[in-house]
């Protein structure tokens, strides 16, 4: 199906057709043959790169030609949100009828900016939207479309509650909005579309073609059949696997399960890769690494990068500031950097595809169990999702390393159907963090109603009416005993305690473990280590860093040194390297001196401070 012939205001197609695009990919055309044009709800089911960011963008052109209202894009991650607001100001450029106004917003969930009122097209995280229907913003009615991005999100354990109590009040608003939803292959697509009344587009199709294998010993056996052989060196397959990709024409994308193996394989990387480059790309290489030790304090992490980057290589996780990570995603999508080593976090934050894609490691260490488990299956298809540049690479291979073990992770992984999404909805924190906010946002509601309400979500849909009930149960009991809400005859309000925790965005639990941890505070002196203290105790707290064997000392010290301003009793076994940092970082220490000190890279510390800001 080409463009022009896409039943859209001439001046659309004439941008779109700007934009290089000519023919629908067939998601895209499924999507248009399935009611998208025409105002029909539709959740698409397809790989990474199949082309759903054009499927938005046809949705929100359609509807701003056509309405008045609003148009909302949720994104699951700050980046990609800036990543489809630089995308989507574009459309700011056609004349529809209407002016188009674009913006943007992410964070501060304690207000709800004044812009977002007067603009047509918002990009929002899920928890900035959540924040915005808590605070009850009077332009929620006039949302006529709701695009939301990464659907299968729904299924996580911390962020996915959010996403389903959003889009349970939006499916559920008087406008009826049409709902678009984006999400990876998964296998119950049937019961999320029934779920959102959606119109199911599922197609497999991908630009560029996806070859699949496992490496063992330096033999790899693609899903197809075929074999070929990787020249094992001291370097380790990983990165035997990344090179023999570059020194065929390719860039390589090697996961690794942490950040410090992150930074070994680009390191051992660095050297033959180097050797591949032509003067041209070594000369602009040397001009980035300038760039990245001008633009940065000279921390360990830093320098390191900088030295690797001049040869042709990088890594990339959360520990790096904002400014090296941007320098190294732009670099790689030029094409100058040849082999990136990152961790996981990469394959759902960004969009930089490779035409290979290598994962080192199979297993993820998993908090809750502390030790190491298999990813899913999701995963994984996430993960081989960003092989193959489209307009660059004529197919796209993804390989696992396996241990004696080809066979099992062939049939698991790469045959394998990615895990059912599950809603969490249910889980107690989830659970009394909003049926709170509800209660907020509906004062007077009886308990049928919250009932009916959350029957109305994909935990509702997968759990009887009687479990719900019961869970609901415990949680009134524990806001009411708490003196978040008040009970008056069969109805049910936010008290004041209850409504600031509410806007405030935090976990019911953190609030009454602040208000009876601050309660015990005398008015006189000063109580800064002891707040810095309960804000990082708290589970809202991240990223939270354990002691190391070598941090006790000091921290004893510091501990006897702020005695007078602690608000409990504590010892170094109460305390964390956040702690420690958000103390040294209040008395004006450098990013240098606290990753010298603790270990603590600048990334890490932007999001502590940020964090500590909202909880504060």
């Not at 859209?8 to 004439?14: E, F, G, K, N, T």
């Not at 029934?194 to 073609?209: G, H, S, Y």
């Amino acid at each position: 199906m080409k463009i022009e012939k896409l039943s859209l205001p001439d001046s659309a197609i004439d941008f779109l057709k700007s934009q290089g695009y000519e023919k629908l990919y067939p998601p895209q055309a499924d999507c248009v043959k399935s009611g998208l044009l025409d105002g029909r709800s539709i959740l698409v089911s397809a790989p990474t790169a199949s082309g759903k960011t054009l499927i938005a963008m046809l949705a929100m052109l359609n509807y701003l030609s056509k309405n008045k209202g609003k148009v909302i894009y949720l994104s699951p991650l700050r980046a990609l949100a800036a990543e489809k607001f630089t995308e989507f100001k574009k459309l700011e450029k056609i004349s529809i009828g209407r002016k188009i106004k674009t913006s943007i917003s992410t964070g501060d969930f304690e207000h709800i900016e004044k812009n977002l009122e007067k603009s047509n097209v918002l990009i929002l995280t899920n928890e900035k939207m959540d924040s915005i229907i808590r605070h009850g913003a009077e332009w929620i009615d006039d949302i006529g479309l709701v695009i939301s991005d990464e659907v299968h999100l729904i299924g996580d354990e911390s962020r996915g509650p959010t996403l389903e109590m959003i889009l349970t009040h939006l499916k559920l608003l008087e406008s009826k909005p049409q709902i678009i939803g984006l999400s990876a292959t998964i296998t119950n697509s049937n019961e999320i579309a029934d779920w959102l009344d959606c119109k199911l587009v599922k197609n497999d199709w991908r630009p560029v073609p996806l070859s699949e294998g496992v490496c063992d010993g330096g033999k790899v056996t693609m899903s197809d059949g075929e074999t070929f052989e990787v020249k094992p060196s001291l370097r380790g397959i990983p990165i035997d696997l990344g090179v023999q990709s570059v020194q065929n024409g390719g860039q390589s994308l090697v996961f690794a399960e942490t950040r410090v193996r992150s930074k070994s394989l680009a390191t051992k990387a660095a050297d033959v890769i180097s050797q591949l480059l032509v003067k041209k790309e070594l000369t602009a290489l040397e001009k980035t690494s300038k760039q990245i030790l001008a633009e940065n304090e000279h921390t360990e992490i830093v320098k390191t990068l900088a030295t690797l980057v001049k040869k042709g290589v990088a890594f990339h996780h959360a520990g790096l500031n904002q400014k090296c990570r941007e320098i190294v995603e732009k670099e790689f999508r030029n094409g100058t950097i040849k082999l990136l080593s990152s961790t996981p976090t990469l394959a759902a934050g960004v969009n930089l595809p490779a035409r290979r894609v290598v994962i080192s490691n199979i297993n993820r260490y998993n908090a809750k169990v502390g030790a190491n488990r298999p990813i899913s299956v999701l995963e994984y298809k996430q993960l081989c999702g960003r092989a193959g540049r489209p307009q660059y690479d004529k197919y796209g291979e993804s390989i696992i390393v396996g241990n004696g073990n080809t066979e099992d992770l062939t049939e698991y992984y790469i045959h394998g159907e990615s895990e059912p999404i599950i809603s969490k909805i249910t889980d107690d924190k989830s659970l009394r963090t909003h049926i709170l906010s509800v209660i907020v946002t509906h004062p007077g509601i009886k308990k049928e109603e919250l009932l009916e309400f959350f029957l109305q979500t994909l935990g509702g849909l997968q759990t009887t009416k009687a479990t719900l009930s019961f869970a609901i149960n415990i949680s009134l009991r524990f806001l009411s005993s708490q003196q978040l809400v008040v009970k008056k005859g069969e109805r049910y309000a936010g008290t004041a305690f209850g409504k600031k925790t509410s806007m405030l965005y935090i976990d019911p639990l953190t609030a009454t473990y602040f208000r009876d941890t601050i309660d015990n505070v005398s008015q006189q002196g000063k109580h800064t280590f002891g707040f810095l203290h309960i804000m990082t105790n708290c589970e809202e707290f991240f990223p939270n860093f354990s002691l190391r064997n070598k941090d006790y000392e000091s921290t004893s010290l510091m501990i006897e040194n702020h005695s007078s301003e602690l608000i409990e009793p504590i010892s170094e076994y109460d305390c964390s390297r956040s702690l420690l940092a958000l103390q040294m970082w209040i008395t004006e220490s450098t990013e240098l001196s606290l990753s010298d000190t603790l270990g603590i890279e600048a990334g890490d510390m932007h999001r502590m401070v940020e964090n500590a800001n909202w909880l504060s």
